[in-house]
């Protein structure tokens, strides 16, 4: 099931806020249509909000350098957002026809999570356990996903993964989209919450972290869904390599390090009221919703973009796929 559908001039997105009880189609018309699926999630994930943007840049009638701007305020920390928009916007100011431009990003997206899951796979060994966190899947991009490509690609290919998915506090993409997307792809996944991805280490069920990144710094440190570090804290503690996996073009070489990236800070409401039939704090009760963390560098064991898999010393070899 394509999330992001472009047919006879008009774009349909996929609205996972409904996930996974109801699969709906909607169909954006205007730049505030736009914004509020970016800013609410009915389309997330960093390169999926890039490709959606990309449309926008193309089918609405607007001033492009303020719609830039407004579309690339949604949501701060992916970079692939700003990305997608910059690149239309140089395609505006070349004349291109933007329609094609925007289709280009989209099937160019599928060809990298195809590339990225290659070399995911070639990292894992059937049966291994596998956790993951937030959904760096099909959902979050084109097709495949990053995070979870060589687990949608290995289950093509005849291999079986057991993977474990925190369920994702606040939001629970783990829980809402990525069990239902392996649990579609017939892929062995158990749900757990977040606070038990130590003891699954402990008990040995777990050979590898995968995840996705929404802005990757120079230096190798990765922002990532809330909770995202904490995971990878403990694969070091434990001994299991931490894999992150992203478009290059995530890596945003403008950021020396992790503390360059700004990080999103969401409504605290989401924590209290969202996915509950009643609030689980009083109303005055102070919240701090921060939708992404960092990684630090040493924590991970690798970077895997369409153009390899770049190992520690990770500075080093990242500076190398820029040169
Ligand atoms: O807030 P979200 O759901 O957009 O966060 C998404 C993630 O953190 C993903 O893991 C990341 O964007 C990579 S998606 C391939």
């Excluded at 690149?87 to 099937?107: P, Q």
């Excluded at 990225?116 to 291994?128: K, P, V």
């Excluded at 093509?156 to 579609?184: C, M, W």
């Excluded at 990144?213 to 440190?221: C, E, F, V």
Aim: charged share 25%; with cysteine; glycine share 8%.
């Amino acid at each position: 099931m394509d999330n992001i559908k472009y047919e006879n001039g008009t774009l349909y997105l996929l609205d996972q806020t409904l996930l996974p009880n109801e699969e709906k189609y909607i169909t954006p018309k205007s730049k505030e249509d736009y914004f509020f699926a970016i800013k609410t999630l009915q389309v997330r994930g960093a390169p999926a909000i890039g490709i959606f943007a990309a449309y926008a840049m193309a089918l609405l009638d607007e001033n492009k350098e303020s719609l830039k701007s407004y579309l690339d305020s949604a949501r701060p920390t992916a970079v692939n957002l700003s990305w997608a928009t910059a690149r239309m916007l140089k395609a505006y100011n070349e004349g291109k026809n933007l329609i094609e431009e925007a289709v280009a990003i989209h099937n160019e997206d599928k060809e990298m999570c195809r590339k990225i899951s290659e070399y995911g796979l070639s990292l894992l060994n059937d049966g291994d356990g596998i956790l993951t966190h937030c959904n760096a899947g099909a959902l979050a991009t084109s097709n495949y996903g990053t995070g979870l490509g060589p687990l949608l690609l290995g289950k093509e290919k005849g291999y079986n993964f057991k993977v474990f998915t925190d369920e994702t506090r606040p939001l629970l993409q783990g829980a809402r989209l990525t069990s239902y997307e392996l649990e579609k792809a017939g892929i062995d996944v158990t749900l757990i919450c977040d606070n038990m991805s130590s003891l699954v280490m402990k008990q040995g069920k777990i050979n590898a972290v995968l995840v996705g990144a929404d802005r990757i710094a120079a230096n190798g440190d990765t922002a990532n869904k809330i909770g995202t570090s904490g995971a990878a804290i403990l694969a070091k503690h434990y001994g299991i390599p931490f894999y992150v996996l992203a478009p290059y073009s995530t890596i945003d070489f403008s950021c020396e390090t992790g503390k360059d990236i700004v990080i999103e800070e969401r409504d605290g409401d989401e924590i209290k009221t969202m996915f509950f039939e009643k609030p689980t704090a009083l109303k005055e009760t102070k919240c701090f919703n921060p939708a992404f963390d960092v990684t630090d560098s040493e924590l991970i064991s690798a970077i895997i973009t369409e153009k390899g898999i770049v190992k520690q010393p990770i500075k080093e070899g990242l500076k190398k796929l820029y040169d």
